[in-house]
């Protein structure tokens, strides 16, 4: 899972470490042209979903791990084909989005459908707010006694 911040007043820088270098297509495209991934958050509560561009792609740990920074910042300086991602309002509340990760076909492209498919990876990110806002709350159901496999876990709006 990857874990994003939000600062509902300043910006906040966000690490992500993922092994990418097995995955052909993003070799590719990070290494060979320098085209940055496009992530696709699509909120869980919402269904919208938010396409961007991180702020920088740091090769360095290529054997291991890509480094990627984002900036979450105030609606007002949103810039998603610079990795500059806003989160915390009605449309993209804080909480779970489900994550795709494409090879990208340029440096700015932020559609999927102009993207190199299928997605490389897929994963969650989970929002939360640094301070001076309120988190969401998350509750537990276990009213089917008979499936006793799967845990439920829901985003509750406030």
Do not use: C, W
């Not at 070799?27 to 085209?35: C, P």
């Not at 992530?39 to 961007?52: I, L, P």
Request: glycine share 4%.
């Amino acid at each position: 899972m990857i874990q994003f911040q939000q600062d509902i007043s300043d910006s906040i820088v966000n690490y992500v470490y993922l092994r990418l270098t097995d995955v052909e297509s993003m070799v590719s495209a990070m290494i060979t042209l320098s085209y940055p991934p496009l992530f696709s958050a699509t909120s869980q509560q919402t269904g919208k979903a938010k396409n961007f561009l991180p702020f920088a792609v740091i090769n360095t740990k290529e054997k291991r791990a890509t480094e990627m920074m984002f900036i979450t910042s105030t609606k007002s300086l949103e810039n998603l084909d610079s990795g500059i991602i806003n989160f915390g309002d009605e449309n993209y509340p804080y909480g779970f989005y489900d994550l795709k990760l494409y090879s990208n076909s340029s440096l700015t492209n932020i559609d999927p459908a102009v993207a190199i498919k299928p997605p490389v990876y897929h994963g969650i990110i989970n929002v939360t707010p640094n301070e001076g806002d309120e988190s969401p709350t998350y509750t537990s159901y276990n009213d089917n006694d008979l499936d006793t496999m799967n845990v439920y876990i829901t985003n509750q709006s406030n």
